[in-house]
């Protein structure tokens, strides 16, 4: 998945779910790991966590969704890596919501502070073609 946050990411990994994928949540591994929706200095662990997970998952044959937001090509990196390290070629789901939208439905969701969206607004990179197969989601 790639995609700003409040998107619609998480709903459309819930659909691949429901079609036989199996989704790794980072946001789930949060909670799990610390009860908090985000917490700096965890973060190293929840990605290694989910990295992890993912790895298991591809090694027993099953069709994985990483359910976050992959902002940036630099996070994107790790998926490419373990994609080609089991003989794939990433797709990435770019649900391609725009920014007024996930501004609104944060503002009745009160996910993050509009400043820290904003920030994750300025900081989002699109995929790109030499990433993998990119599955444009609206």
Same mark, same amino acid.
């Given at each position: ?5 409040? &998107?619609?990411? &998480?709903?459309?990994?819930? !659909?691949?779910? &429901?079609?036989?994928?199996? #989704?790794?949540? $980072? %946001?789930?591994?949060?909670?799990? $790991?610390?009860?908090?929706? *985000? ?5 190293? $662990? ?5 990295? $992890? ?6 090694? &027993?044959?099953?069709?994985? !969704? ?6 940036? #090509? ?5 998926? !490419? ?10 797709? +990435?789901? =770019?649900?391609?919501? %725009? ?7 944060? #503002? ?9 969206? /904003? =920030? !994750? *607004? /300025?900081?989002?990179? #699109? ?5 993998? +197969? +990119?599955?444009?989601?609206?």
């Amino acid at each position: 998945m790639c995609g700003m946050p409040l &998107s619609g990411k &998480s709903t459309y990994a819930e !659909i691949l779910q &429901s079609q036989g994928w199996v #989704r790794v949540s $980072l %946001d789930d591994i949060r909670l799990a $790991l610390h009860g908090q929706n *985000y917490k700096a200095e965890a973060e190293p $662990l929840v990605w290694e966590s989910a990295e $992890l997970m993912v790895r298991a998952l591809l090694k &027993s044959g099953h069709k994985v !969704i990483v359910d976050t937001t992959n902002r940036t #090509r630099e996070r994107r990196k790790r998926w !490419i890596r373990v994609a080609k390290e089991f003989g794939l070629t990433l797709e +990435i789901f =770019h649900v391609d919501t %725009d920014f007024e939208t996930c501004k609104e439905r944060n #503002r009745v969701l009160k996910r993050l502070s509009q400043n820290d969206l /904003k =920030h !994750i *607004y /300025k900081e989002f990179q #699109r995929p790109t073609l030499e990433e993998g +197969i +990119i599955v444009k989601v609206n």
